[in-house]
């Protein structure tokens, strides 16, 4: 059994470079905070884990996208350094607890196996601290791995205090640490703020143990997408691109076929069903999943939304919306919130659905706008019908029962009815219930005037 684990993230920083007023641990990539991916990837592969998350700047951003998630909060008013972050939170870690992994809240992309590495290789080689280090091509910026012919890890040098030497070597602190409870306990008391910066260092930890004969080992880090930090509105962009591409490959390695992998945005909690082609130009986002066998694009815009097996959506938008099986859609249709279409529904060109229910094998195929409706089963609804569902103060709802037909260019003024295969006449204004088998027509009767246009050519002569 693995001992039992905390995970400290540091999220009181400034994020000056990002420009923005919020939060930088908030900025969103496909969609998802930042923060989102570390307390995702920990709840979901670290059972016991217990999660503190240091706040300072502009807090209130992060506990509203934390809001309701197993974390706790420790609060660094000011910011003293990364060391000093670390201080801020021993508080709140639980006693049991052996492992104190220390990340920071703007490097999100680290996966659980990564981390576990760390604990395993501290609690091997009985070390106070296993520290992931990664090689990169242009170290600037980046804490510098000063380490013995055994791997252990003497120190870290930051860069501004490096010598040219020390600037050289590729091998850098990502900013990932496994201490043993105790020996962070006791390291933290011993850093200090005496450098150019007057700033407590976390990185100081590592001197400092070194001093004492404690053991610091590392693992480096085999996939670099892993340990990249976002800083930048330009980090954050290629952070974005890398992550799209991630995801699109891995859709296509469980059967899913997607034309174009570059221009094809798909949200990581996204599900999609084997077979189910995707051209370009579409967004499936949030919460959504998608069945087998579906057609989806090109240019679709699917959120929060369940669809089924075998539906078809072309340049259509989709929200918090269920589809079931053999559905549909567009081109240009419009699903709002919190509509469900049963199997075998068509909605076609410039069709809105708001809040409403259509039954089964239910038609709408051109120009429509339903809202606030309760449709059954067989209903065809002709070509620009419209649900009126509001009087300037209310909503109303709509009843339209099993094989009922409504003629083209009607209004259905709710709250009203429409029963079991009833008929409403082209044009009518129905403002009042119709039976079931009824016809309603409500229009004014046509008069045809004889011979009216000869009459008029006789007075106004040719045109
Ligand atoms: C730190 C490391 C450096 C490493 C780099 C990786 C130290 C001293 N240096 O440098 O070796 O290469 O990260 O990106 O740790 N934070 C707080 N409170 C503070 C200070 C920082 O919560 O008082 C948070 C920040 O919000 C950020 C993280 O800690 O999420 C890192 O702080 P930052 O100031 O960016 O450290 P770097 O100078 O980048
Ligand atoms: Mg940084």
């Given amino acids: 059994m693995s001992k039992k684990s905390t995970f400290i993230i540091l999220a009181a920083g400034e994020g000056k470079r990002m420009k923005s007023k919020y939060s930088k641990v908030v900025q969103k990539i496909m969609g998802k905070p930042m923060i989102l991916y570390i307390v995702d990837e920990i709840e979901k592969n670290f059972e016991d884990g217990e999660i503190v998350v240091v706040v300072g700047n502009k807090k209130e951003d992060v506990y509203k996208v934390l809001e309701g998630r197993n974390v706790k909060f420790a609060y660094q008013e000011k910011q003293l350094g990364t060391a000093h972050a670390v201080m801020c ?83 850098i602190n990502p900013g990932f640490y496994c201490f043993e409870k105790q020996e962070l306990v006791n390291v933290l008391s011993k850093i200090d703020n005496k450098n150019n910066q007057n700033e407590y260092y976390l990185t100081d930890a590592i001197e400092i143990l070194n001093r004492e004969g404690k053991k610091v080992v590392k693992t480096t880090a085999e996939d670099n997408f892993e340990v990249m930090g976002i800083n930048s509105r330009y980090e954050l962009f290629v952070a974005e691109q890398e992550l799209k591409l991630r995801i699109n490959k891995e859709h296509l390695s469980r059967g899913v076929q997607i034309i174009d992998i570059y221009n094809t945005y798909i949200h990581p909690d996204v599900e999609i069903g084997k077979d189910t082609i995707i051209y370009p130009g579409t967004f499936i986002l949030g919460k959504s999943s998608i069945g087998e066998d579906c057609v989806i694009g090109p240019q679709s815009y699917i959120v929060d939304s369940k669809v089924g097996n075998n539906c078809h959506i072309q340049f259509s938008m989709i929200e918090s919306s269920e589809i079931k099986d053999n559905v549909k859609i567009g081109p240009y249709a419009h699903l709002r919130p919190n509509s469900l279409l049963e199997e075998g529904v068509k909605i076609g060109n410039f069709v809105e659905v708001k809040n409403s229910k259509l039954g089964k094998n239910t038609k709408s195929a051109h120009l429509t706008y339903i809202g606030d409706a309760d449709i059954g089963e067989n209903v065809n609804l002709g070509c620009g ?66 011979g009216w246009v000869l009459k008029r050519k006789q007075m106004y002569g040719n045109k």
């Fill in 89 to 171: 939170a021993m508080n709140e870690v639980s006693d049991d607890s052996e492992n104190v992994f220390v990340l920071y809240g703007d490097a999100p992309f680290i996966k659980a196996d990564t981390l576990k590495k760390l604990s395993q290789k501290r609690e091997e080689e009985v070390a106070a601290l296993c520290l992931l280090t990664a090689i990169f091509e242009n170290p600037y910026g980046y804490g510098r791995i000063i380490a013995d012919e055994n791997g252990n890890v003497i120190k870290i040098v930051e860069e501004r205090d490096a010598t040219e030497e020390q600037r050289k070597i590729k091998e």
């Fill in 385 to 450: 019908t419209i649900f009126v569902n509001y009087d300037g103060y209310k909503k109303h709802r709509t009843v339209v029962e099993n094989n009922a037909f409504i003629g083209c260019n009607s209004n259905l003024v709710a709250p009203v009815k429409i029963g079991e295969n009833a008929y409403v006449a082209a044009g009518s204004t129905i403002t009042e219930d119709v039976p079931a088998n009824a016809l309603a027509i409500a229009r004014e009767r046509q008069t045809n005037k004889e």
